[in-house]
């Protein structure tokens, strides 16, 4: 994760497909992902990134079908928000505080799964 200071402006990666998903890992990503296809999800790898306590990382799923996939340390809080048929399955930390994860994903058909090694 590419982490901006006060100084510079926030970068926000967009990555876009007509048909198929997008994988996307940690080392790559900016502080916002905006990730968008028709047909097709996002698979999701950021254990190999040290995400700060305190900061946010935002990522943005837009699809009619897809949904996202998650993998994140133990300690990452993740917050899912959207609309979008499907559930969430996350059986991580709800506590306050350390390194965040924000889903917003808008889709017809697809929900958000998130893993911890």
């Known amino acids: 994760m590419t982490k901006s200071n006060g100084e510079k402006p926030r ?8 048909i198929g998903g997008h994988r996307l890992e940690g080392a ?3 502080e916002r992902t905006v990730t968008a296809s028709l047909i097709g999800g996002a698979d999701v790898d950021l254990t190999d990134i040290d995400v700060p306590d305190g900061a946010e990382l935002r990522i943005t799923k837009l699809s009619l079908i897809g949904g996202v996939s998650l993998k994140v340390r133990r300690d990452v809080r993740v917050e899912v928000h959207g609309l979008r048929l499907g559930g ?8 306050s505080g350390g390194p965040t994860v924000r889903i917003d994903a808008w889709g017809l058909v697809g929900g958000v799964t998130v893993v911890r090694p």
């Open 11 to 18: 970068k926000t990666d967009v990555k876009v497909s007509l």
């Open 28 to 30: 790559t990503l900016h």
């Open 88 to 95: 969430v399955k996350d059986d991580g930390p709800s506590r």
